[in-house]
């Protein structure tokens, strides 16, 4: 992977084994591979998120202040979707759904989490309002 900022595949989700290796030369470290068994409920707390088994695979940014946790499907063929989370920010979580072929560098994600928190960035698919 020559890009220091993102793992792309366009064509095409990324698989598991792609991960698995590609994302730790964009720093982020894996620190739990599982699956996972995602209730109705909590599918309803993420836009875009559907109910079902996933295999997951969990990631901390060298800073230790954000974790990846990337979904795949049960057989690990693809990746359907990705969340990142502040570690230090209450309620600083970001879903993000079909977005299955790139996994950014975690100092980007760092930063849009931290700009967000402060207001600078507006994510207007993560926000509720009148359908």
């Known amino acids: 992977m020559t890009d220091d900022q993102f ?3 366009l ?7 792609e991960v698995r290796v590609g994302a730790p030369n964009l720093g982020w470290n894996l620190v739990r591979d599982q699956f996972h068994d995602v209730s109705e409920e ?11 088994l996933y295999r997951v695979l969990a990631f901390e940014s060298e800073s230790g202040r954000v974790a990846l946790v ?17 570690l230090l ?8 759904p079909d977005i299955d072929s790139t996994v950014p560098s975690s100092k980007v ?9 402060e207001g600078g960035v ?6 509720e309002g009148p359908q």
Request: net charge negative; aromatic share 6%.
């Open 7 to 9: 793992l792309e595949r």
């Open 11 to 17: 064509d095409r989700s990324l698989t598991l084994d």
């Open 42 to 52: 909590d599918a309803k707390k993420h836009q875009g998120v559907q109910a079902g």
């Open 70 to 86: 990337a979904f795949f499907d049960p057989d690990a063929n693809g990746m359907r979707m990705m969340e990142f989370e502040h």
């Open 89 to 96: 920010m209450k309620d600083g979580s970001l879903t993000i």
């Open 109 to 117: 994600v760092e930063q849009i989490l931290g700009r967000w928190a």
């Open 122 to 127: 507006d994510l207007p698919e993560n926000q």
